[in-house]
């Protein structure tokens, strides 16, 4: 009976290795999860760069695997968005779990630890209502849902597109154990740079967020016309150097995010396409204040156009991004009517006298 016993479990020993030989298992804990394929946005889904990773220092598309790779690599990722594209964010929402799966794989062991993600739709003023969402300061904690980050820090009052979209994020960093933090000034400082320019700032500021390197010439003249453009044309132009000011102060300010989290550890930032551009935005901030250049990995989201097949048709839409991707289209409507709306109604306003801001808060 013994020598029975002995020869089956020989033959099945035999048969398993012959599976596995024929049948080698595919599923590895280094491969990144799914991409985030199931399209919200409504137009241009059949466009033939939708879905695609772009690489601008290869000069080629990369596979979904070296974009994760990359990801994870870096010690600060900053992910951009076109801020009502809900794609945009589903990806953002990928990227941070990308980075904390194969972290756990320990293919990067060494690399920094991610401990935040940096909002720039959260601002300094509501830290409070994120000690609340996090517990901080209680006896009992209570567990917290994506849907009270919205309640606690009144999200529908804060003039960003609908929370529904930016849910993933919250959701995949609340799963990862990521502490979201502000990456944008209070409302309160943001309106006295506006009012006083370069002399809001405390002494020293100005220094140690870098501010006090000027743009070269030619990045400072495209951020004006930029600047400019994105207000339709409307805005006069001596009101543009301080705009511009108020912008350099955003991207350091993000930058200065990122910066707080403990020596040799990292974050991710959420923030707008154009404040994660390297040639410009958050990356020249933290490369002035001594971070590594190959140490940040920036990745813009594109919406892709009618007729724009080629990568190099969208140089000046993601300018400065290590990588591109393309997404669909979201349908909206023209912000420029708006804004001549808005414009008209404010010049109106004027010259009958009227109070400039009627409206309680």
Known sequence: MDKRLAVCAAVMVSVL?????????????????????????SLLRDHPLVGKVWSTRDKAFVELKDFARALALSRYALTGEVHDNPDHHLW?????????????????????QFDIVAMEMVRTDQNRALDKFYGRDVEV???????????????????WPDFKIYEPIIAQAQHE?????????SREFT???????????APGELERLALSDPLPAKLAEDLAKEIKESHCGLIPDKAIPRMSFIQ??????????????ASGKGGILIAGNGHV??????PWYLIKRGIPADAIVAVEMVEVAEGET?????????????FIVFTPRTKREDPCEKMKEFMAKKHKKEKSGAPEDTKKE
Do not use: C
């Not at 929402?93 to 920094?112: N, Y």
């Not at 080629?310 to 290590?322: I, K, L, N, Q, R």
């Open 17 to 41: 290795i012959l599976a596995f030989a024929v049948h080698p298992a595919v599923a590895d804990n280094r491969d990144p999860p799914p991409a985030p394929t199931d399209w919200v946005s």
């Open 92 to 112: 953002q929402a990928w990227a941070i779990r990308t980075i904390s799966k194969l972290r756990g794989s320990r293919i990067v062991e060494g690399a920094p």
């Open 141 to 159: 904690p209570r567990p917290r849902r994506p849907r009270d980050f919205a309640r606690l820090l009144k999200w529908s009052k804060s003039g």
């Open 177 to 185: 154990q990521l502490v979201i933090v502000p990456a944008s000034a």
């Open 191 to 201: 309106k006295k740079l506006s009012a006083e320019g370069e002399k809001a700032l």
């Open 248 to 261: 350099r102060f955003r991207d350091a300010t993000m930058a200065d995010s990122l910066l707080a989290v």
């Open 277 to 282: 551009r390297r040639d410009r935005g958050v």
């Open 310 to 322: 080629e990568p190099a048709d969208y140089a000046e839409a993601a300018p400065g991004a290590d």
